[in-house]
T-cell receptor
Framework: KNQVEQSPQSLIILEGKNCTLQ??????????LRWYKQDTGRGPVSLTI?????NTKSNGRYTATLDADTKQSSLHITASQLSDSASYIC????????????FGTGTRLQVTL | NAGVTQTPKFRILKIGQSMTLQCTQD?????MYWYRQDPGMGLKLIYY???????DKGEVPNGYNVSRSTTEDFPLRLELAAPSQTSVYFC?????????????FGNGTRLTVT
């Protein structure tokens, strides 16, 4: 069964600090992996997409990595800001069709002063 | 640019009642989806549509119905509401049918069935 597991479940960090969120998946065959940010009371918004051939991709202070061999991805947030407080969801596409996406349960990040 | 708009934002239903969750998008996307999000669970696909007049079941379709008469609108119908349908419902759309195209989500409808 296709699964996406994220860790930690929740995280609290001080503003300005860095953090790394993890995503492990068993989805096969693999097409791509996408990270979404979901603010409280809002819908998820795409941050970045990783395809099989990509190892690292950055979007501002967000850097995603992918190791397709070990089926692991991480999302690194640099110099965190209060506005980074949100849930971060890892989503894996097995066949390239959106109807077969597998969603992780998310990591809830809280950035405090 | 409105994107994906969902109404209502909140709703409380009694067991056995029915309602329609509205979803409209102004991006001219052919592909639209309904998901539910439960605490501690990943989003689950209820129904999806690849274009006007074409719909198909997702992972958890029981107790729901959809229609797609126009490109813009994709309403979700709940018949005979049950407590198990208490959830947050998200409508989404995408330009391509593949995972290469990001999903654009609405801001959700929080539904409570008591």
């Amino acid at each position: 069964k296709n699964q996406v597991e994220q860790s930690p479940q929740s995280l609290i960090i001080l503003e300005g600090k860095n953090c790394t969120l993890q995503c492990n998946y068993t989805v096969s065959p693999f097409s791509n992996l996408r990270w979404y940010k979901q603010d409280t009371g809002r819908g998820p918004v795409s941050l970045t997409i990783m395809t099989f051939s990509e190892n690292t991709k950055s979007n501002g202070r967000y850097t995603a990595t992918l190791d397709a061999d070990t089926k692991q991805s991480s999302l690194h947030i640099t110099a965190s800001q209060l506005s980074d407080s949100a849930s971060y969801i890892c989503v894996v596409s097995p066949t390239g069709t959106a109807s077969k996406l597998t969603f992780g349960t998310g990591t809830r990040l809280q950035v405090t002063l | 640019n409105a994107g994906v708009t969902q109404t209502p934002k909140f709703r409380i239903l009694k067991i056995g009642q029915s309602m329609t969750l509205q979803c409209t998008q102004d991006m001219n996307h052919n592909y639209m989806y309904w998901y539910r999000q439960d605490p501690g669970m990943g989003l689950k696909l209820i129904y999806y549509s690849v274009g006007a007049g074409i719909t198909d079941k997702g992972e958890v379709p029981n107790g729901y119905n959809v229609s797609r008469s126009t490109t813009e609108d994709f309403p979700l119908r709940l018949e005979l509401a049950a407590p198990s349908q208490t959830s947050v419902y998200f409508c989404a759309s995408s330009y391509f049918p593949t995972g290469d195209s990001p999903l654009h989500f609405g801001n959700g409808t929080r539904l409570t069935v008591t």
